[in-house]
Each structure stands twice: as C-alpha cells, then as structure tokens.
C-alpha cells in the first residue's frame, strides 16, 4: 500500500517504489488520507521530472511549503522549545503571506510583516522590542532558506529587508566590589545561594511556564492553519 498508518504512532506514511528505488516518508500529524493521496502524487511527479532531466519552476503556496515542508524539517531536527516558538511565529506571518506563492512574496511583503510585529503588542500588553522582532524575522528567513534548498525560490526575500535596529548594551556592570558587598548584606545562606545561581546563571522570569507547556500540543503543525 503506498499509504499507511502506523500502528504504534497513527501517524500516516507514504511509500513506493520508483525506477527500483524505495521512497518513504512520514506525514505531519493529522493529515488525512485524501491530502497524503495528493502528496504521494505529487512526489512522484516531482521524482519523474528530476530522473528525466527535465527542469521544473516548482512552485508552492507560503501555508502549504510551511506544512509540507518547513515544520516537518524545524519538527524532526530542532528543540521541542524552538520548535513551538516556530510554529507561533509562522501562524502570525499567515495574515500576511497566506495565499501567496513563494516566487510571489516579496521583500515589500517581509517589510509590512516586520512592521506589524513591531507594532503590536506582547501578550502581557507591553510594546515589542526590536530584538523580538528581529528574531522572529530569523524564523521567517529560516522558511525561505529551505524553500531556496529546494528549488522553490531563487532568492532570499528577508535578505533585502533591514532588520530594526536596538540597543543591546549593558546599562550595569556590576563589579567585583558591588557584588562582594551585595552578597554580605544576606542574612540567609538560602537566599544568597539562590542569587548566586542567577547571577552565573543569567536566569529570566518566565511566566506561567508550566501553563505554557501544557498547552503545547503535539499536532502544532496542523494548528498553523486554523
């Protein structure tokens, strides 16, 4: 059967065989039959033209090469974190890249996303920094390489856009003096331990985070178009 469901993931998987070779792949969770029936065409129509020497313009709409290709690959080779942080920062870009082809995006579009980002605010209602939006603009940039790998575009469109710019020099330094006299102000050993372990540490507060990862659900990349 050139699709399949996994007995032990329920995750569906298509393989067959072309020209003597055996191809195999898993689907992101939550795909049905029908759309793997589409993708296992398409595969093997991608395989016919590339093992003919033929030259194809692929192309692929921003929602679709996100699903097919871009969250399967940040799925299987980055962090659990990271990864949510990606499909986060992917569902936000489909206001502004869903239903355009990849060839169709332009730098103009990636300027409109980094100004939106910029101007909206976090989740805790506080103004967005540069350096948020500059990271989530990395992501983004992420999507083209991988498109770029594989044949979907020529070039880079976030390479042609400035990111913002900020300030990310230290305010305070705190030197040996003013950490000697910080820590003998400490009446509790348990205390000073714990402000030791953040000083070397570089410790954040991060809220609500066991509320955070137990919303993550496994099927992320199905979310991204809801």
């Known amino acids: 059967m050139p699709i399949y469901t996994d007995k032990k993931t329920k995750r569906l998987f298509i393989q067959f065989e072309f020209d003597g070779t055996t191809y195999k792949r898993r689907l992101p969770e939550g795909i049905t039959k029908r759309k793997a029936e589409k993708l296992e065409t398409k595969w ?25 290709y871009y969250l399967p690959f940040a799925e299987q080779n980055h962090s659990k ?11 936000s870009a489909l206001p502004v890249f869903r239903g355009k082809k990849m060839r169709q995006i332009k730098a ?10 910029a101007n ?18 990395s992501i983004i940039s992420k999507v083209f390489s991988l498109a770029i790998k594989n044949d979907f575009l ?20 705190l030197f040996d003096e003013d950490e000697d006299r910080f820590f003998d102000s ?4 348990w205390a000073r331990d714990i402000c030791l372990l953040v000083l070397n540490t570089g410790l954040r507060v991060c809220l609500n985070l066991e509320d955070k990862i137990e919303k993550r659900a496994s099927g992320s990349i199905n979310l991204i178009l809801d």
């Open 120 to 137: 909206l605010p976090t989740q805790h209602d506080t103004p967005r920094r540069p350096a948020t939006v500059v990271r989530e603009l």
């Open 44 to 68: 093997k129509h991608q395989l016919f033209f590339e093992n003919s020497g033929i030259v194809e313009v692929k192309d692929i709409l921003f929602e679709d090469f996100l699903v097919e």
């Open 186 to 189: 400490f009446e509790s050993d």
């Open 108 to 117: 103009a579009d990636v300027e409109k996303f980094k100004s939106i980002r």
């Open 154 to 173: 020529d070039f880079n469109p976030c390479f042609r856009v400035e990111k913002p710019k900020f300030d990310n020099v230290q305010n305070k330094i």
């Open 81 to 91: 974190i990271t990864f949510d942080n990606e499909v986060r920062i992917c569902k």
